[in-house]
């Protein structure tokens, strides 16, 4: 439905963007995430309309909408700071939208009722904005945003002003409403915890490109590159060189660690010589005080280094006989046993062999 | 918060005391002054007078009912008004989109586009109004281009000197900062992501502009009218030096009673009237303006 293709942009000498290609479904709840200054919100503008792309083109149902000003464009976007009228009432500023399409006071009056029912504030309408707490406002600009039914909604970082229990709220309550209407939804975040719980599909950026476009599992589980791996999650990162290939395992020799088994990732460019980056997250690694060789194929010897207690779960950072600091996972799940391991423990950790997901350099 | 405490209070002392002598006192004075008799040679006469061992008080109305007695006086005071207001609007379309221009500019353009607002402050008022003179006279510049258009036209030549245009225009010069300078520090404050929302939700440039833009400013626009406003009303320079017999304003016959006809009473009644037409304005502006800045 949305499709951008090579897009580039350029301030000065900077490349923001680089030849960014990315197809969003109908429906779908797209989320663009990567590091600050990454090119996040300069790729919604670009959408939105706000700023022209130096190279590339935007099409939105196969048209391409480049020459098309932001207010002739189908889509509406929610600001960072909701950007509501401060002079207009929330029926006002819910109704501007309609208002600048020339509905009639009647249609005006009955979809402005249905969209502060959406959002469930059927009683604020007489008030002004700043007289609204942040997810109100939030939920104002949404309904201004929806009113008038938009093809496509574009949310830049909508939440990143309330605080950490209102933001869980909210998001439930965007999953929810954007599976009623049905709208596509691209969404900025550099929160990755946010954008693996909302979204159908998510598109990591780095630096002005896309790193990787994968549902929110397979980005966890089968990050495509070292810097994937690293934004998505706690995750230990080993690099090595591939030293042999066999059947369906490749032998890595990990730097001041020696060989270890580990699976082929399916789609993966691999070959002997080549070097690459053993990504293992901190919860499939074992950690135990017993030496055991049953199932699992990699394990090394270390120490306790430090241990970091969440309630849940214990994080345990392993210092292993290269120096390297491993972090594993422990669910401290039976009760009054928040501790298995002291400071200075030797330990051995260990991995299956297909736990860990090798990356190519 | 309901009882001020002591503190408070003694915040509020400085500015009302500012206002006790500096406005209420010298206000009451007139308004005395404006029921009392001319004296033998011109200025006041003594307001009581002890004959025989009795007290006479010496006030009349007369001031007053001389104010009403023409109507020239009445006129000379709406037409005052009109001046001041034609000066405000032309201070509003000038000011406004050049306050715009200059709080939408680069941020370190600013400074200096301010700067060349009120550099105009930097030479003496009369030394301003000396040059407008020499624009306008007949001789000037201004005066010749234009005559010599008309004469193209086959038109008679005009005199701009010593007529409302050349009042007008002069005002408008000297007072355009007051206009630009509050509705700048308004306009300046703006989010603009309000005007990128606008946009987003289907508003061209005509629309963002009379639907954001223009109501978040109108504090800033009735901060400026007022700073514009009062100062024309009471102004007798300009009309002094350009006006000729046709352009005067009310303080013009003011000053007059003063200085020339030393008729202090009338020139008080004047006075007062101007002052209270002032004030009336300034509470006026203020509450439009409250609502404004909501
Ligand atoms: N108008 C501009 N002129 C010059 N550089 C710009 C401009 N807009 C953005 N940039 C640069 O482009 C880069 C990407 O900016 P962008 O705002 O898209 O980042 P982002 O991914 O949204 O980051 P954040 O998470 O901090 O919002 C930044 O380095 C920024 O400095
Ligand atoms: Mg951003």
Redesign the interface.
Known sequence: MLEIKEVSRYFDNFTALDKVSLNIAAGEFFTLLGPSGCGKTTLLRLI?G?DQPDNGDILLDGKSIIAT????RPL??I???Y?????MTVTENIA??LR??GCTQAEINRRVAEALEDVSLPDKGNH?PDALSGGQKQRIAIA??LV?RPRLLLLDEPLSALDAKLREQMQLELIKLQKEIGITFVYVTHDQGEALALSHRVAVMNRGTIAQVDEPSRLYGFPNSRFVADFIGQCNLLSGKVTQLQDNRAQVELEGLGPVQTAIPADSTIAVGRNCTLTLRPEKIHISSRVSHDEVEAHFKGIVHDMLYLGDVTVYKVELANGMLLEALLANSSPGRARFFEIGDQVEVAWHYDAGHLVMD | MQQKSWQQRLLTLPPMGYLLIFFAIPTLIMLFASFRYTGEYGGLAPWYSIENGTLAFDLTLENWQRLFETDIYLRLFFKSIGYALVTTLLCILLGYPLALMIARSQKKHRDLLLLLVILPFWSNFLVRIYAWMIIFSPNGALTQMINSLRDLLGLAPISIMYSATAVITCLVYVHLPFMVLPLYANLEKH?P??L?????????RW?RFW??TW??SLSGVYAGSILVFIPVLGMFAIPDLLGGTDGIMIANVIKQQFVESRDWPFGSVLSMVLTATAVLVVLLGAKIGQQGA?
Not at chain 1, 83 to 87: C, D, I, T, Y
């Open positions: 939105a706000f000003p932001p207010e002739r509406h976007t600001f960072q700071n950007a509501l009228f401060p002079h501007f939208p600048m399409v002004y201004r945003a008038n | 989010n992501a309000l990128d929302a606008a946009q987003d939700l289907g508003a061209n629309r639907r954001i109501p978040l909501r």
